[in-house]
């Protein structure tokens, strides 16, 4: 019954590795998030796409790629992986972006890169 | 660029006490004020949202009080409770923009028995 789930929960890596981070929900809704949240908590948005398109680009390396096969998935690809990098990756998703529609989040899933 | 300040960044209260954790904005353009509570291991998750054209609202024990002249928001938590022992953030957004939510950078709030 998880509404957004994310798959791996944990990963560990070694710089210079690519990995993949999957999103699914089954909420219905047609926009996806990701977030970074770094070792102080602080929340960043990386990524949102409505209806599988880009809406939101922010400044963000771009050896972090996001890809959505449909309204359902958000999947995040990392090339080449930074000790930076190392952080807890939240999938989010909402029914658009109005005020009646909060995001709903994952679980996260912790990267680190060692 | 941090759109949202947040204070303080760790509270400690016991419990039955009230904890107040205050937010400040700039952008006058926002127009959806989130909390969001978060457990350890676990994503943030909604805990109540305003919009500026009240100054309060209130569910069960939590009520956000708003400020539109001052761009100050607080949440109010009433007989604090250890399990309300997690971390809060506020958030703000321009709904139907494009513009994601900015959150803020969070407080950790720890209620002691």
């Known amino acids: 019954d998880t509404a957004v789930s994310q798959t791996p929960k944990y990963l560990v890596t070694q710089m210079g590795n690519d990995k993949s981070i999957k999103c699914e929900q089954n909420l219905g809704h047609d926009t996806m998030y990701w977030y970074k949240q770094d070792s102080k908590k602080f929340l960043k948005i990386m990524f949102s796409y409505n209806n599988k398109e880009l809406i939101i680009n922010e400044t963000v390396p771009n050896r972090f790629s996001p890809k959505s096969p449909d309204k359902a998935h958000l999947n995040l690809h990392i090339n080449s992986l930074e000790l930076g990098d190392s952080a807890v990756y939240f999938c989010?998703?909402?029914?658009?972006?109005?005020?009646?529609?909060?995001?709903?989040f994952g679980n996260g899933t912790r990267l680190t890169v060692t | 660029q941090q759109q949202v300040k947040q204070s303080p960044q760790s509270l400690i209260v016991q419990k039955g006490g009230i904890s107040i954790i205050n937010c400040a904005y700039e952008?006058?353009?926002?127009?959806?004020f989130p909390w969001y509570q978060q457990f350890p291991g676990k994503g943030p998750a909604l805990l109540i949202a305003i919009r500026p054209d009240v100054s309060e609202k209130k569910e069960g024990r939590f009520t956000i009080s708003f400020n539109k002249s001052a761009k100050q928001f607080s949440l109010h938590i009433m007989d604090s409770q250890p399990g309300d022992s997690a971390t809060y953030f506020c958030a703000a957004r321009v709904t139907n923009s494009g513009y994601a939510l900015n959150f803020g950078k969070g407080t950790s709030l720890l209620v002691t028995p």
């Open positions: 989010a998703s909402s029914m658009g972006q109005g005020a009646g529609s909060p995001l709903h």
């Open positions: 952008n006058t353009a926002f127009d959806y």
